[in-house]
């Protein structure tokens, strides 16, 4: 199902959630450059990567892609900014991944930057769906599966994150202690900055979202 297109907003939309695909490209790069492992997805596109012999944000468009056509067999709405995410968030990372300096042995400054990526990511995501011009890919996945079998957004994302990072970790991806807390975080940072921003993905089940 696709989403139509608000005309008279566009421009700001667009601005906005482009801001929201740039906080994301930059929670990855963060986390990434950490060093204490990658976040979960990042540990599949990683692996695939290598496998293929791609750039990492060259394999986050194909991924996203693959995800979308997912989503859409379980028809979550998806709309421009669906794409935009797909086509975005991959240069931004690239980007951030050559600005950031990569940590070793200064494990105090690695968590600190560890958890900002956590909590950035989390703010990232409320941002652009918050624009309501159709989530992510893995985003509409998580909302697809909250929507379809009524659990909250948190154990949604958590279920999906703990699934692909085995997938990653037994093709060869970059697994950490990091990666089991982004597993665990990323759920809870997501649902608090849906409560912070007032974003609701479902307005129909604004009810059952409260209760959770």
Do not use: C
């Not at 976040?39 to 693959?66: K, P």
């Amino acid at each position: 199902m696709l989403k139509p297109i608000r005309w008279n907003t566009f421009i700001r939309d667009f601005v906005i959630i482009q801001f929201g695909f740039l906080l994301y490209g930059l929670a990855i790069a963060l986390i990434v450059r950490a060093n204490l492992g990658t976040g979960t997805w990042v540990v599949l596109e990683v692996a695939l990567a290598n496998i293929l012999g791609i750039r990492i944000g060259t394999m986050t468009v194909y991924m996203g892609f693959f995800v979308l056509i997912l989503a859409l067999l379980l028809r979550e709405q998806v709309g421009w900014g669906t794409l935009g995410n797909i086509l975005s968030i991959g240069p931004w990372l690239n980007l951030f991944l050559e600005l950031i300096p990569n940590l070793t042995n200064i494990l105090l400054l690695q968590i600190s930057m560890f958890l900002l990526g956590v909590l950035v990511q989390g703010i990232a995501t409320a941002v652009y769906i918050g624009v309501d011009a159709g989530a992510g890919p893995r985003d509409s996945m998580m909302l697809a599966i909250h929507r379809t079998t009524g659990v909250s957004i948190r154990l949604a994302r958590g279920a999906i994150e703990v699934i692909v990072v085995l997938i990653g970790w037994l093709l060869g991806g970059p697994l950490g202690v990091g990666t089991v807390v982004f597993a665990l975080l990323i759920g809870p940072s997501v649902q608090w900055a849906f409560k912070l921003f007032k974003v609701q993905p479902h307005k129909p089940d604004l009810a059952k979202a409260a209760a959770d």
